[in-house]
């Protein structure tokens, strides 16, 4: 079972691997292409495990709290 929160769609990308009126063949490998987005923001992106969800660095970041002072 797959957590409820990750957000991942499988999308058939292919556009043209096959001859006009043939289905795409079965190797094909855009027919089935995974895209994973953040959790928090959406958006399609690099995605870290983080607190028991999947997220870009950037709603990572944002998560974190930064040390006092440490950011100039
Ligand atoms: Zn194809
Ligand atoms: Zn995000």
């Known amino acids: 079972m797959e957590s409820m ?6 999308l058939n990308e292919c556009c043209g691997c096959a001859v006009p009126a043939y289905p795409c063949v079965p190797s094909c490998p855009l027919r089935e292409v995974t895209h994973f987005y953040c959790d928090k923001c959406h ?3 690099k995605l870290y495990e983080y607190d028991g969800g ?4 950037d709603c990572i ?6 040390v006092e002072g440490s950011d100039g």
């Open 54 to 57: 999947e997220y870009c660095i």
């Open 5 to 10: 929160t990750t957000m991942k769609k499988i």
């Open 43 to 45: 958006e399609e992106k």
């Open 61 to 66: 970041e944002k998560m974190l709290d930064v």
